[in-house]
């Protein structure tokens, strides 16, 4: 089992940064693969980025490339969601999500394990 605890959501107002935190605890946190997902209301959780537990790479949804970074810090079984330039159809509540499976992690899906979720409010 793994237990993952999102911190650092809150409001913004548009053209501001927030930098959202998910503390791992359970199994090894280095050798799984985590994502952030988001959820606005009435809308389908959609993807938001990703990062593999093998070589670091990631991936991002369109619609926040080149805005948002993701990162890990194994040592502190942390992983990171830097969100900057926040436009208010960012607001939405965020989750982390973690798998020890490969594929494209893309899709909430493939995921094993989830989060609780922490609001981001942007306004405008």
């Known amino acids: 089992q793994v237990q993952l605890v999102e911190s650092g959501g809150g409001l913004v107002q548009a053209g501001g940064s927030l930098r959202l935190s998910c503390a791992a605890s359970?199994?090894?946190?280095?050798?799984?693969?985590m994502g952030w997902f988001r959820q606005a209301p009435g809308k389908e959780r959609e993807f938001v980025a990703r990062i593999r537990w093998s070589g670091g790479s990631t991936y991002y949804a369109d619609s926040v490339k080149g805005r948002f970074t993701i990162s890990r810090d194994n040592a502190k079984n942390t992983v990171y969601l830097q969100m900057n330039s926040l436009k208010p159809e960012d607001t939405a509540v965020y989750y982390c999500?973690?798998?020890?499976?490969?594929?494209?992690?893309?899709?909430?899906?493939?995921?094993?394990?989830w989060g609780r979720g922490t609001q981001v409010t942007v306004s405008s």
């Open positions: 359970g199994r090894t946190f280095s050798s799984y693969s």
């Open positions: 999500a973690c798998t020890g499976y490969s594929g494209s992690l893309y899709n909430a899906y493939e995921y094993e394990y």
